[in-house]
């Protein structure tokens, strides 16, 4: 939809642009249409598949499926012959067209007066020239309309009156369609609307006399048309109305309006007619016409279409005495069913989905048959509207490429239509982690490489949920702040932050959630833990940001899940332990871990009831064993001794020097 989105943008900027204040002309163009347009009103811009409207509204070339080629001509006054000729292709979605339109009148004498007698001294063309180029593309909706179409052209217009002058332009249409579910016999309403002159150089100014441009400039009126089409295929018949108008200052806002019909008595006969009321001369205008569908024109060996279009207009006042007459010729291409169409064809839909349905537009009453990768695999007949569904169809694994083909009463079997590619995929997406940290060690950063494209990735550190940006369709990168509590010279924390991770691609398949941890877990022993040995053993694991671990100046092993174990030999009394890690990005992190180790004394058994209070007593300072490094714990404790642990014990200041005998008991 974005062609569309700036197409909307290019119309408001150019209708709310400023209004020239000099004089304006109007274009030709909206007039010439072939005779079907003029049957109907020719300010009737909600008819597509006809090249003969491009002019009108340059949407009028979606739904054309062949190469067209029209001619049209119409004669007025007697004097005047409006001829057109019109070009469409179809090239993939698009539709591209080229268009003719003229209206001369040659070799008009210029005369002077001499001795009462008039003399022609020269001869000069009058009339306009049209070429215009357009192209057109449709998408299938689900707002308002089912099917909205927009066209562009660019032209150039020259006009002439002895000399030339030309203006470029650029003209802007719509057209959309919306179904009905049989309302009073109404099974569809297209909407159409068209901009013509949206933009357009101004012309020079001329001086027929002098044969030149005299330098002022002449502005080219924009010019409005809106229609509504209404079908009722109960009763083969189609209403139209449409108005018309300019944003100008020189032309009225609301110019004509029209009503009309086309009622078709056969099925290759329609009957035609139209009012159409110019609303600033209070005069009105009526059309009446016919159209020959032929459908088995032979060349080559192929059946060929040709549509035969007539119009009559009885003009108003005062020209109601000279009727207007135009003849049409339309090469419709080849004699096939109409192609017919699928909804959502635009786009691959990705689904996790076993069973699809697939659904359109046909002719009515049309058999349709559905293929998938070539094969044909259903039919089904379309209802009065035209409607085909197709339900629950297994899908294989991978890309199914839908198409279907139409086929009307006797007519040749059509074409097929646009692809509508369905991705099956019920695998969850596969991906790996590869994590930095920065120099700064401020930031980690993820990068996610995935086995597929993602339709989304839902990443949280600890409480928070992060935000990711997409490098490429199979790679992602997220980055959040380093935790200050894993900041370099911490202590190691007792748990560590989770990185969770999870993905959905465009199936709607999950992957298994990842949970990442950094940056260190310590099993044991934890941070301010009270060992009995002198020789213990440290584990625990890395996170993947960690390429190697030190501990006190050893290099650590560690296996392929990350986890190592080391033992370490110290003494007794308070230990600070120094963990390296070094990242995969060269940054190096340092962690500690504070253990108290207690003393150990030989002759204290494991059964020993006190044994690790003595050793918890002995560690901090307040029993000592004896020199042997033995405790003997049945030894009689000496007064010695026991005032030393009380003095210990309650931290009493020892004086230096004693100058009393405290104990009158024992001997110097």
């Known amino acids: 939809m974005t062609m569309i989105k700036w197409i909307f943008l290019l119309l408001l900027s150019i209708s709310l642009s400023p209004l020239t204040a000099y004089i304006s002309v109007e274009s030709p163009q909206a007039t010439s249409v072939g005779p079907r347009f003029r049957s109907i009103g020719y300010n009737i811009v909600s008819i597509s598949g006809d090249v003969s409207g491009v002019l009108s509204n340059p949407a009028a070339l979606t739904d054309?499926?062949?190469?067209?080629?029209?001619?049209?001509?119409?004669?007025?006054?007697?004097?005047?012959?409006?001829?057109?000729?019109?070009?469409?292709?179809?090239?993939?979605?698009?539709?591209?067209?080229?268009?003719?339109?003229?209206?001369?009148?040659?070799?008009?004498?210029?005369?002077t007066e001499r001795d009462n007698t008039i003399y022609p001294t020269s001869y000069y063309n009058s009339g306009w020239k049209l070429f215009h180029f357009g192209f057109t593309d449709d998408y299938y909706i689900d707002f308002f309309v089912d099917k909205l179409s927009y066209g562009i052209g660019v032209k150039l217009l020259e006009q002439q009156l002895v000399s030339k002058r030309r203006s470029a332009g650029l003209d802007i249409g719509f057209m959309g369609s919306k179904y009905i579910d049989d309302f009073f016999g109404l099974n569809e309403i297209v909407i159409g609307a068209s901009f013509l002159n949206a933009y357009a150089t101004e012309f020079n100014d001329w001086s027929p006399v002098a044969q030149q441009?005299?330098?002022?400039?002449?502005?080219?009126?924009?010019?409005y048309l809106l229609s509504a089409s209404y079908h009722f295929d109960k009763y083969n018949l189609t209403l139209y109305n449409g108005i018309s108008g300019f944003i100008n200052a020189d032309y009225p806002i609301l110019d004509k309006f029209s009503i009309g019909l086309d009622y078709?008595?056969?099925?290759?006969?329609?009957?035609?007619?139209?009012?159409?009321?110019?609303?600033?001369?209070?005069?009105?205008e009526f059309n009446m016409g016919v159209g020959l569908t032929l459908d088995k024109i032979t060349f080559a060996d192929q059946y060929y279409m040709m549509r035969l279009d007539y119009n009559y207009?009885?003009?108003?006042?005062?020209?109601?005495?000279?009727?207007?007459?135009?003849?049409?010729?339309?090469?419709?291409?080849?004699?096939?069913?109409?192609?017919?169409?699928?909804?959502?064809?635009?786009?691959?839909?990705?689904?996790?989905?076993?069973?699809?349905?697939?659904?359109g537009k046909s002719e009515k009453n049309a058999l349709v048959y559905l293929y998938k990768n070539d094969v044909r695999i259903r039919e089904v007949e379309s209802d009065l509207r035209g409607r085909f569904s197709f339900q629950n169809i297994d899908l294989d694994a991978g890309k199914n490429r839908f198409y279907v083909r139409a086929q009307y009463r006797n007519q040749s079997l059509s074409l097929p239509s646009k692809l509508k590619v369905i991705d099956f995929d019920d695998i969850s997406p596969r991906f790996n982690v590869n994590y930095t940290v920065t120099q700064d060690k401020r930031f980690i950063v993820a990068t996610v490489k995935t086995s597929e494209s993602l339709a989304r990735l839902s990443a949280t550190f600890g409480e928070d949920k992060l935000s990711y940006s997409k490098v490429s369709d199979?790679?992602?990168?997220?980055?959040?702040?380093?935790?200050?509590?894993?900041?370099?010279?911490?202590?190691?924390?007792?748990?560590?932050?989770?990185?969770?991770?999870?993905?959905?691609?465009?199936?709607?398949?999950?992957?298994?959630?990842?949970?990442?941890?950094?940056?260190?877990?310590?099993?044991?022993?934890?941070?301010?833990?009270?060992?009995?040995?002198?020789?213990?053993?440290?584990?625990?694991?890395?996170?993947?940001?960690?390429?190697?671990?030190?501990?006190?100046?050893?290099?650590?092993?560690?296996?392929?899940?990350?986890?190592?174990?080391?033992?370490?030999?110290?003494?007794?009394?308070?230990?600070?332990?120094?963990?390296?890690?070094?990242?995969?990005?060269?940054?190096?992190?340092?962690?500690?871990?504070?253990?108290?180790?207690?003393?150990?004394?030989?002759?204290?058994?494991?059964?020993?009831?006190?044994?690790?209070?003595?050793?918890?007593?002995?560690?901090?300072?307040f029993i000592d064993g004896d020199s042997d490094g033995l405790f003997r714990p049945d030894k009689v404790v000496t007064r010695r001794e026991l005032i030393k642990q009380v003095v210990k014990t309650l931290k009493l200041k020892v004086p230096t020097r004693v100058k009393e005998d405290p104990f009158f008991d024992v001997k110097r």
């Open 64 to 111: 054309i499926e062949y190469m067209q080629i029209s001619l049209g001509n119409q004669s007025h006054l007697g004097a005047f012959e409006y001829n057109l000729l019109n070009i469409a292709y179809p090239y993939k979605s698009f539709v591209f067209s080229f268009s003719y339109a003229s209206n001369m009148l040659n070799n008009i004498p210029l005369t």
């Open 213 to 223: 441009a005299s330098g002022s400039k002449i502005d080219i009126a924009r010019e």
């Open 264 to 284: 078709s008595v056969l099925n290759n006969f329609h009957l035609r007619g139209s009012m159409v009321r110019f609303i600033d001369e209070s005069v009105q």
């Open 313 to 359: 207009t009885l003009p108003y006042f005062p020209f109601e005495n000279e009727s207007k007459h135009a003849l049409g010729l339309s090469l419709l291409g080849q004699n096939r069913s109409v192609v017919p169409e699928i909804y959502d064809h635009k786009k691959v839909i990705k689904t996790n989905v076993k069973k699809t349905d697939i659904s």
């Open 474 to 621: 199979k790679e992602y990168r997220l980055k959040f702040p380093f935790p200050e509590e894993y900041s370099s010279s911490t202590f190691v924390p007792e748990e560590q932050i989770a990185f969770s991770l999870q993905a959905t691609d465009r199936a709607g398949n999950q992957s298994e959630t990842l949970v990442d941890r950094f940056v260190l877990n310590i099993l044991g022993p934890k941070d301010r833990t009270l060992i009995s040995n002198h020789s213990f053993m440290i584990n625990g694991s890395i996170s993947k940001i960690i390429d190697s671990l030190i501990i006190q100046d050893e290099t650590v092993s560690v296996d392929s899940l990350g986890n190592f174990s080391h033992t370490l030999a110290t003494g007794y009394g308070k230990q600070l332990i120094k963990l390296t890690a070094k990242t995969f990005s060269g940054v190096e992190l340092s962690y500690f871990v504070r253990v108290l180790t207690f003393k150990r004394f030989s002759d204290l058994r494991a059964g020993f009831p006190e044994k690790r209070h003595v050793e918890l007593l002995a560690t901090m300072g």
